[in-house]
């Protein structure tokens, strides 16, 4: 089975304190997001990267980076926490099967962080 | 601009009756459709695809159908279980790129 792991389930943080959500995934996927989600909103796509070392600004990128230093890793730094990214956060990956079926986006649990 | 659309936030059906989770599309692009469940405090699971050159897409109690002409899809679960009550989330992806693209979701109760 596919699996991706995010470090924390629940994080509490103060505003403007730098902030890393790391995710970890073990099928050798090429492709790794990062999405949060909102009641209302749905899942928005705030980072994603197709390999190592590259990344791709998605709908929200505002407030975030992102770092993809080795393969299995994909990390969401918040630079200066704000209230409004109180959110869950999730990380998905995917393998680069265009023109199969097979492709699908594998997440982890969420990471509930709230911003004080 | 939401690309895919939910418009019902929510749904109730009796355990042992059809549920229909509908999901509109506005980008022709889109080839690629996928239905996630998602529990609370959990991340979303796969749930079924369907690729456009099919119309229909059958697992076990749970079918897609897809209307390319109307850009329209549809999650059917029969007989509904008071353990599919989950939020529903439908997903498009273009030929090129690997992007996903989510709906807003459709939180769906089976009452028993």
């Known amino acids: 089975d596919v699996k991706v792991t995010q470090s924390s389930r629940y994080l509490v943080k103060r505003t403007g304190e730098k902030v890393f959500l790391e995710c970890v995934q073990d099928m050798d996927h090429e492709n790794m997001f990062w999405y949060r989600q909102d009641p209302g909103l749905g899942l928005r796509l705030i980072y994603f990267s197709y390999d190592v070392k590259m990344k791709e600004k998605g709908d929200i990128p505002e407030g975030y980076s992102v770092s993809r230093e080795k393969k299995e890793r994909f990390s969401l730094i918040l630079e200066s926490a704000s209230t409004n990214q109180t959110s869950m956060y999730l990380c998905?990956?995917?393998?680069?099967?265009?023109?199969?079926?097979?492709?699908?986006?594998?997440f982890g649990s969420g990471t509930q962080l709230s911003v004080l | 601009d939401q690309q895919v659309k939910q418009n019902s936030p929510s749904l109730s059906v009796q355990e042992g009756r059809i549920s229909i989770l509908n999901c509109d599309y506005t980008n022709s692009m889109f080839d690629y459709f996928l239905w996630y469940k998602k529990y609370p405090a959990e991340g979303p699971t796969f749930l079924i695809s369907i690729s456009s050159i099919k119309d229909k897409n059958e697992d076990g109690r749970f079918t897609v159908f897809l209307n390319k002409s109307a850009k329209h899809l549809s999650l059917h679960i029969v007989p509904s279980q008071p353990g599919d009550s989950a939020v529903y989330f439908c997903a498009a992806s273009p030929l090129t790129g690997n992007q996903f693209y989510f709906g807003t979701g459709t939180s769906l109760t089976v009452i028993p």
């Open positions: 998905a990956s995917s393998s680069d099967l265009r023109g199969t079926t097979n492709e699908k986006l594998f």
